[in-house]
T-cell receptor, first 116, second 111 residues
Framework: NAGVMQNPRHLVRRRGQEARLRCSPMKGHSHVYWYRQLPEEGLKFMVY????????ESGMPKERFSAEFPKEGPSILRIQQVVRGDSAAYFCASSPPGGTGNQPQHFGDGTRLSIL | QQQVKQSPQSLIVQKGGIPIINCAYE??????FPWYQQFPGKGPALLIA?????SEKKEGRFTISFNKSAKQFSLHIMDSQPGDSATYFCAGNSGTYKYIFGTGTRLKVLA
């Protein structure tokens, strides 16, 4: 009866390194969303994926950030050449198939990324 | 046009008090307004939601009041308890997958 699983829970990287954040959606869910939360701010939409497809990446920075949701395995949010400004909590959410309008999105507990 | 403005940023009440958190939106296409509760170190969890065809919705001690003409909605927590201490986010949705979140209200209920 697992919910949305994210790992690692905490990740520390030095400037210039790569960060990989993983998300396994709830059982039966095929839609995955990534959000970023900065201190004292709400969640900001980054990207929406279905299996093997990026549906909307309008909230993702054009450079250094990429996301995938392969046929097998978790969704991955990848940040290359991290900078201090990438420090944030990154949340993954999922929803079931069959349309996304007003579908409640179930959130994981996030990955707290710290850049030294 | 896409913003959801939330206030106050933080709130402290005594146990048994009724904290009220307010949100205002601009996008008239929004037709679904959820509230999320987030405890430290955890992800947001859906608490209660309302659609604009009703002016009020209650679930247990949580009530949403909705004013369509003013484009405002608020969360009331009756008989608040220390266990309600958390950050609360409002959001707006226009029938798509995109939720626009407010900036959050950090609530502390004193014992």
């Amino acid at each position: 009866n697992a919910g949305v699983m994210q790992n690692p829970r905490h990740l520390v990287r030095r400037r210039g390194q790569e960060a990989r954040l993983r998300c396994s959606p709830m059982k039966g869910h095929s839609h995955v969303y990534w959000y970023r939360q900065l201190p004292e701010e709400g969640l900001k939409f980054m990207v929406y994926l279905q299996k093997e497809n990026i549906i909307d990446e309008s909230g993702m920075p054009k450079e250094r950030f990429s996301a995938e949701f392969p046929k097998e395995g978790p969704s991955i949010l990848r940040i290359q050449q991290v900078v201090r400004g990438d420090s944030a909590a990154y949340f993954c959410a999922s929803s079931p198939p069959g349309g996304t309008g007003n579908q409640p999105q179930h959130f994981g507990d996030g990955t707290r990324l710290s850049i030294l | 046009q896409q913003q959801v403005k939330q206030s106050p940023q933080s709130l402290i009440v005594q146990k048994g008090g009724i904290p009220i958190i307010n949100c205002a939106y601009e996008n008239t296409a929004f037709d679904y307004f959820p509230w999320y509760q987030q405890f430290p170190g955890k992800g947001p969890a859906l608490l209660i939601a309302i659609r604009p065809d009703v002016s009020e919705k209650k679930e247990g001690r949580f009530t949403i009041s909705f004013n369509k003409s003013a484009k405002q909605f608020s969360l009331h927590i009756m008989d608040s308890q220390p266990g309600d201490s958390a950050t609360y986010f409002c959001a707006g949705n226009s029938g798509t997958y995109k939720y626009i979140f407010g900036t959050g209200t950090r609530l502390k209920v004193l014992a």
